[in-house]
């Protein structure tokens, strides 16, 4: 269950992320609202999950869902780069995410 509630935790990270930058600095209400109230839930999330997975395992976890999830909304709706440099270390990035999955498979 921590698993999975990790890996929800680190999709609101990608949402209050896409809202911070909509936000345009906090200078947009409704986008700075949406993004305080995802964040509140991707580290309570984060919070809940660290009482039952280690520390740099969650972490890590919750970081690479956040960094790949804004990689690709970054593209898909920003209009950001999709060079092969860029693309490469997401997977690395990936690799890594499913490594530090596996390596906690008993938990």
Do not use: H
């Not at 990790?6 to 209050?16: D, K, Q, S």
């Not at 986008?31 to 309570?44: K, L, N, Q």
């Not at 956040?66 to 270390?89: D, Q, T, Y």
């Not at 690799?95 to 596996?102: S, V």
Request: aromatic letters at 14%; glycine letters at 8%; charged letters at 10%.
């Amino acid at each position: 269950m921590a698993w999975l509630v990790i890996t929800i935790a680190g999709l609101f990270e990608v949402v209050w992320a896409y809202f911070m930058k909509q936000s345009q600095g906090f200078t947009r209400i409704v986008p700075t609202i949406i993004m305080f109230i995802t964040m509140f839930a991707s580290f309570g999330m984060l919070s809940w999950s660290m009482k039952f997975l280690p520390l740099g395992s969650a972490y890590a976890v919750w970081t690479g869902i956040g960094i790949v999830g804004s990689f690709i909304v970054g593209i898909l709706f920003m209009k950001e780069p999709a060079n092969f440099i860029r693309i490469l270390s997401v997977c690395l990035i990936m690799a890594g995410i499913i490594l530090m999955k596996l390596s906690n498979k008993d938990i």
